[in-house]
């Protein structure tokens, strides 16, 4: 029985009371004590949901940060780079993070959440990479469910080349991101796709990935990623 620390203090605290009492032996004693078991707070993983929450909200700041279309305009004015080079430079910037985060993790196990960050800012820069892909050749297409598509591929690979359950996340973002664009396309930006609204197409969604879930835990190579969904 796993109780509250307070609780197993109190009970450690009766059963030696008992003991030099002589109301229990030390056999008794032992047994009572293997059958309870105090609670150990997760500090580890409040702290890495804390971090994961704190690159999310740098990335939501930033995001909104270049919805302003004044400091768009400013950013436009610093430098005039075609949208393929930028694709090209943030690729290479990528892959370097990639090939140094993991060869990290091998080195410095212990330091799990600058191994993330490293991880976390190379899975953005693929998506940047892609995003300027997307706007040097897509000739002003509206059709950008395509490279959300494509991210999805990107990350899964990476995902289990590298083992990583963080890049997985990112896969069932995009993943998320790719079907609500791609049937709000479909539906020429409509409420309604076959007959359901958004929230009712996320439920067959969710449905789906579920299922997905359940078979992927009988596969070894992808039985890894379950606890992630």
């Not at 994961?52 to 940060?65: D, E, N």
């Not at 079907?179 to 930006?189: A, H, K, N, P, Q």
């Not at 796709?193 to 992808?222: D, E, H, I, Q, W």
Request: charged fraction near 20%; include cysteine.
């Amino acid at each position: 029985m796993k109780i509250d620390q307070e609780k197993s203090d109190f009970l450690d605290e009766m059963l030696r009371h008992w003991q030099n009492e002589r109301l229990l032996s030390e056999d008794q004693v032992s047994r009572l004590k293997n059958s309870y078991e105090a609670k150990s707070f997760d500090w580890r993983r409040l702290a890495q949901y804390s971090f994961w929450i704190a690159m999310a909200c740098g990335v939501i700041s930033l995001g909104a940060l270049l919805i302003d279309k004044e400091i768009l305009t400013y950013l436009e004015r610093l430098y005039d780079t075609p949208d393929s080079i930028i694709s090209l430079l943030s690729a290479v910037a990528a892959g370097f993070l990639y090939f140094y985060s993991f060869k990290r993790r091998k080195t410095h196990t212990s330091q799990v959440f600058s191994n993330d960050a490293l991880i976390f800012s190379a899975v953005m820069l693929t998506a940047n990479a892609i995003a300027y892909l997307g706007k040097a050749i897509g000739h002003g297409s509206s059709h950008y469910s395509l490279l959300i598509l494509f991210s999805v591929f990107i990350y899964g690979a990476l995902a289990f080349v590298f083992r990583s359950r963080l890049i997985w996340i990112f896969v069932l973002i995009s993943l998320g991101a790719w079907f609500g664009t791609e049937t709000g396309y479909l539906s020429r930006w409509n409420w309604y796709f076959a007959g359901m609204n958004y929230p009712l197409r996320f439920v067959v969604f969710g449905l789906a990935v579920t299922a997905g879930s359940l078979l992927m835990k009988k596969n070894k190579a992808f039985s890894f990623f379950f606890d992630t969904i």
